[in-house]
């Protein structure tokens, strides 16, 4: 369904743009199965950049009145609020990992009811259904994505760690930001003591009679946590202020060198003298990526690659194996004194990141991240609930000429 190239996105993208307005906003909450056409399938690539949040909104203001088409663009400001939320409160991401660690050293891995739930072998018939349409297609509606997490939390009475944990592995457009902070809002711990109950009218409501489950829970706890530290505020970048020769290394969070590049004038095509690209799926879970979402993330990486690589008129190249090393290599190879990337948000790539930067200190090469004007100006403000947020999207998007 999801052919892992920009020019795929776009296509996507100019599919779906005629009902990006009020049919978005009147049908989006129904999942009519894997042909649905009532919401645009974009997430996979908008969550590896190979379409980024601003052309898309741009594309979709440019054919519907912001009155009409207000649902979709803060959907996708939804996406972006996670991820400023996020980077604000990284603890929530440390102890996820750091309880997912702990499951699996505990051996609640293997326990029968979570091997059933994975394998689509819990009898309830929309959690298998949707079970196996995760794994073959690397996608579920977001609806269901609710009633499923819902499910397992409160009927299954499986750890949300796990859940989060076999969405992260599966889904394309799998997200450390919005998988995490989504399968907490379900458990009742991102807004505190606030759950979400799936119901069988509900679910046959909205999949038009498709299932009708059984046997659901009728009541649901919220989850507790020990306190969360204060949020930190979002960290500025020196983007792109660097000098001499720079190689531009691509990751999967960010896979539009020329936008990007675009906003960052500094870093021009003169000093640019290679570009490369390094992916790691693998990183997102301890029990690795599915096939698809290895598949789907390195073909984006290639492409991402060479547009860049035909764009900047430099050579390209995917690295692969041992990931500091290899980066090492090509820098010296190349004999970069800076190597720029694009800002890797809370998440594996900004740990990979982080391993990189020592290594690359220790050969006196400076690493440089290059952040979004989109991100850069949205994130501040998610600091709380999205509401607030919400309201900033009118200004947000005149400070992006939208
Ligand atoms: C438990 C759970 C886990 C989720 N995990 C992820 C994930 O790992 N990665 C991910 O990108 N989204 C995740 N979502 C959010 C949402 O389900 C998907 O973004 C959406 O279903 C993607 O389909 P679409 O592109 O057709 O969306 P559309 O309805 O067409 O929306 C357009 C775009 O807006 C953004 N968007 C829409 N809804 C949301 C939302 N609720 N939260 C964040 N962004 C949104 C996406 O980028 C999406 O591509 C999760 C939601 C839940 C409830």
New binding site residues.
Partial sequence: MFTPTRAAGLEFLAD?LPRAGRD?ARD?NHDHGPSRTN?????PY??HRLVAEREVVAVVLQQHPLGSCEK?VQ??F??TY?KGWLEQRPEVWRRYRRDLAELELLGDYPSADYEAAIAGRTGIDAMDAWVHELIDTG????HT??W??SMWIFTLDLPWQLGADF??RH?L???AA??TL??R??AGLQTAGKTYLATASNIARYTDGRFSPVGLATSDRALVEDPLPSPQGIAPVESAAVGGRVGLLLHEEDLDAVSLLDEHPGLDAQRLVAVAGYADPDARSPLGASHAVRRFTTSALEDGVARASAHFGQPGRVLQDAFSSTVLEWAASEGLDAVAVPYAPVGPVEERMLALQAALASEGVALTSVRRRWDTLAWPHAARGFFPFREQIPGLLRQQGL
């Fill in positions: 779906f978005y989006r919401v645009s399938g974009l997430s908008l969550r979709f959907e996708v939804w996406r996670w996608y579920l509606h977001n994505r609710m499923f997490a969405f992260y889904l457009d799998g997200d919005s998988n989504s399968w809002w379900v």
